[in-house]
């Protein structure tokens, strides 16, 4: 069992910055692979990064390749997600989630992830 707990959301101007946090409980941490999903109102939860349980492989969604970076500390149980030059459509809630333990694949497909944080709201204004 793994709980996970969300923080660092906030409002920020465009091409700002932000760091997401995201701690985890419960034994195994280093042993899931973790995963950053968002959703807009009125829109579907989408896939924003991924990283393995060995942290040598990470994915992105393409609309946030190159100004997102997903990282994760296994001695603290904790993933980040830095955000950088924030855009008005990264508005949304943010999610953090687990999926393992030794995910053979590091996967986009929220269905296979298990544990899922309450979320963090992310305000980028114009």
């Known amino acids: 069992q793994v709980q996970l707990v969300e923080s660092g959301g906030g409002l920020v101007q465009a091409g700002g910055s932000l760091r997401l946090s995201c701690a985890a409980s419960g034994r195994a941490f280093s042993t899931y692979t973790m995963g950053w999903f968002r959703q807009a109102p009125g829109k579907e939860r989408e896939f924003v990064a991924a990283?393995?349980?060995?942290?040598?492989?990470?994915t992105y969604a393409d609309s946030v390749k190159g100004r997102f970076t997903i990282s994760r500390d296994n001695a603290k149980k904790t993933v980040f997600l830095q955000m950088n030059s924030l855009k008005p459509e990264d508005t949304a809630v943010y999610y953090c989630?687990?999926?393992?333990?030794?995910?053979?694949?590091?996967?986009?497909?929220?269905?296979?992830?298990?544990?899922w944080g309450l979320g963090t709201q992310v305000t980028v204004s114009s």
């Open positions: 990283i393995g349980w060995s942290a040598g492989r990470t």
């Open positions: 989630a687990a999926n393992g333990p030794y995910a053979s694949r590091v996967v986009s497909d929220a269905t296979v992830y298990e544990y």
